[in-house]
């Protein structure tokens, strides 16, 4: 096979799946969007989910591809275009021909039927109706490593999926770290005499609608290139380079409804940002689960919590809702910075967050080394909160059944959100030396940090890996030290402690 | 191959484009309603348009299908919706595969310019500036017809594909009946003293929107197992058989809106309607353009537009808009029956439709027999709408160029319209024997009606040709004068003529 054929190859693979891809995402968008499809129809709709699923794998695991990637790899004439979608097809291949397919249909199956009775046993709180499937779950991740290999810890095989290159090494220094600054700033912030004023009034959903097209516009979505939508769980999605989508959910909550805005914006402002001309290639998204969770976050946290976008964002609330009149923009900016240990991981607040995902990150851990039975499980969680948060749930609806990630087969997929925050705060120490952030989202003026993150990161798509991308934005590997440094900066000064 | 082979490779076949026809039917609608996808992202979507028609393709012109349906032709143990299923794909096989595969492929590029050419030309009221596009179209068309072949007509060939078995034979027939009907119903209406009363008011969206949901609940549309969504050009879309759409359209006339939604409900209820088990076999949907159009037009002018309904009707609107509390029951009738001819089809009352039909029937009719050049056709058109409707149109646009179908390559579908207006007829002539309708009607009571229409026609989907569905429910074959009777007779008593 030429150089050339192992091109056309992999583009040609490449433009199917994304034909393939637009079908799916727009059909998941139209299952959970804007009142979405009906939900009698859905045992119908699992029918084209597999059939789209079947077809991007055929795609990936597929002699000819490999044969293409293989002819092309160290291949030094490679364009860096050309070598990144070698690189994605090798990874992609290895990821899944690692499993025995019919292994995989099995899992398939299993984690639709389990994600059912999740939503069951949530429902009623009741673990032990979800304990078998959980088992089965984790026992198949476990194979999954095996099948897959590691160097030195099961689990690495899992994180690498989500984000290339994790390992539990990484994530043991990181979250060490982490938990030796935020746990003593809790504790600090626990005696303190602030008392944040809270938000207490309900809005409508019209209200909210209004304020995050004004939001969305202010912070640089281009909605000329893409659609917002009204779900029940808030997302992004990229159907093509011109249509990306967010989907928000009103549920009376303002701030809430208004901060998942800015963090989905995050998103999909990455999206938007990308080089076009990168389509071809397979690498309009990024390749990093952190780098993306880097962006909403550093919309979401580092700008849309800044006591330089509270002021902006105060100014938007006046005009619009007579509740906040007597309210400063200080008080606002206490109100969106509250540091409150609580149980519910999508409602924790900026500091609190990553004791939720080291809650997670511990008990997978221990699951992968066969340290833990599923039995055991909801005891861990609570103890594990207790230790980590100093609160432990009552009811295990609001505890080890919180969250979608096992039932769905997502071992591995946690750690992302811890490393994104990271990220952004170093990514941040980088802008700051050339772009006055603050003095211009004061303003409302988004267009130099949009600028900046589009040359630095959302522009390169998925071309680098994610330690290629900071080396080149900042200057240096991934260095969770300036996270620590943000934290205690910005909650030492709101609580002063 | 054995029967039961066979059988499974069709069933497969089925389940295959089912899966794909529900991705792009989702797709299709995510691009048309609500806000629809991003104008500028219809580049990248052209390519899931061409990959999932090109795999519906695949499944219907292979050899293992060929294999199949050939298999089972002719035997007499199969179960009617087995033998059904036979027919169909054998059916799509021939239309198919009569067309080589390269031209079929040039000419869907073709049908994609021209329908953007087309777009552009109905703009400026431009006919020359799409006449090669119509040329490229009409000769492929006409060798269409070689490739298919034909015993008299080479538009027979061309309108086989729309309603099975239709010819230029049964067409002229009922178009002559039709005219010698219509034309000198109209000329006495012209000289009628009758003064309709006519909306003047314009409603905003949100009040028509209102309106739709409470009419298509109403006259049995279940909501449960569809949706409602709003679009530029109004249409009916079946997902899954609990998935059934209706896209409506609301740009200020009220009846406009509103007669739109009774007509989309009028093809909704019939696919709600069908039985369920017929899904496995493909059969879930009308074979004919013909009986779908009868039930969308039962809905929307014999049922909307009777005198008992209107009375239903104007107790809804005094509910809800003041501009109509001095409007009565009788005047609303005659509002919605107002008969005057006029140059848009899609605007056109019940009366003069076909009219606008019979017009481009002609037109195709000459192409078809190499009668005319697409250099005449604007003269010709103009020629036709004066000697049928009395009126011609002054720019293009409102003529030759108000339709999308010859761009799009639809030769042979227009005259499925005016066969549905009068399969109704027929439809409520056998209906009448067994259900009061006028009395049930008036009082808003939608479900013997629904009922009669369920068991005698929706519910047999697919399984039967168009002329068996007609034979079975009014005990003879299709016979266009119950439709000349029904509109001597309604508009006789409107216009006192």
Redesign the interface.
């Known amino acids: 096979m030429t150089k050339q054929e192992a091109l056309n190859i992999l583009k040609g693979k490449i433009?199917?799946t994304?034909?393939?891809g637009?079908?799916?995402n727009?059909?998941h968008?139209?299952s959970t969007t804007?009142?979405g499809?009906?939900k009698?129809?859905f045992?119908?709709?699992s029918?084209?989910i597999?059939?789209?699923s079947g077809e991007q794998y055929k795609r990936i695991v597929a002699d000819d591809t490999r044969a293409a990637f293989e002819t092309l790899e160290g291949d030094a004439s490679l364009t860096s275009e050309e070598a990144a979608m070698a690189r994605d097809f090798a990874r992609a291949y290895r990821l899944n021909s690692a499993i025995p397919k019919a292994e995989l249909e099995k899992f398939s199956a299993l984690t639709t039927e389990a994600d059912n009775a999740w939503r069951a046993a949530k429902d009623k709180s009741d673990y032990a109706s979800v304990e078998s499937y959980f088992a089965r779950i984790f026992d198949f991740v476990r194979r999954v490593a095996d099948w897959r290999g590691y160097k030195d810890h099961p689990y690495d095989a899992l994180l690498d999926e989500y984000e290339i290159g994790l390992t539990v090494r990484t994530l043991d220094g990181f979250f060490g770290e982490l938990r030796g600054t935020i746990v003593p700033l809790l504790r600090k912030i626990a005696h303190s005499d602030a008392k944040p004023r809270k938000v207490k009034e309900r809005f409508l959903p019209g209200q909210q609608r209004i304020l995050t097209y004004r939001l969305a516009d202010m912070v640089g979505f281009d909605s000329?290139?893409?659609?917002v939508g009204e779900t029940v769980h808030p997302y992004s999605m990229m159907?093509?380079?011109?249509?990306i989508r967010i989907a928000i959910a009103y549920n009376g909550d303002l701030l809430s409804g208004l901060y998942s805005t800015i963090h989905e914006c995050g998103h999909a402002i990455y999206n938007q940002g990308v080089r076009k001309d990168l389509?071809p290639y397979g690498l309009s998204d990024s390749m990093s689960m952190g780098m993306h969770e880097s962006q909403s976050r550093f919309y979401e946290n580092i700008i849309g919590r800044s006591r330089a976008f509270t002021g902006v964002l105060l100014r938007l609330l006046k005009v619009r809702f007579p509740y906040f009149q007597d309210w400063s923009a200080d008080e606002l900016y206490s109100a969106v910075n509250i540091a409150d240990p609580s149980l519910i991981r999508t409602e924790a607040d900026e500091l609190t967050y990553c004791l939720h995902i080291m809650v997670r990150y511990e008990i997978e851990k221990k699951i992968l080394q066969g340290e833990v039975n599923t039995n055991e499980l909801p005891e861990l969680w609570n103890a594990l909160y207790k230790e980590y948060l100093g609160i432990s749930p009552k009811k295990h609806s609001e505890g080890v059944l919180q969250d979608t990630h096992w039932s769905g087969g997502a071992v591995g997929y946690f750690p992302t959100y811890a490393l994104g925050t990271a990220y952004a705060a170093q990514l941040l120490n980088a802008l700051s030396k050339s772009v006055d952030w603050k003095g211009d989202i004061a303003k409302g003026n988004f267009s130099k940090v949009h600028g900046w993150l589009k040359e630095n990161v959302h522009a390169h798509g998925g071309l680098f890996l994610p330690e290629e991308v900071l080396l080149k934005a900042t200057g240096e590997r991934f260095n969770p030290v300036y996270y620590t440094k943000y934290l205690n900066e910005k909650f030492g000064a709101i609580y002063s402690v």
């Open positions: 433009a199917e994304q034909a393939i637009q079908l799916s727009v059909f968008w139209d804007d009142g499809a009906p009698t129809s045992g119908y709709r029918a084209s597999a059939f789209s000329s290139r893409g659609r159907i093509n380079p011109d249509d389509y």
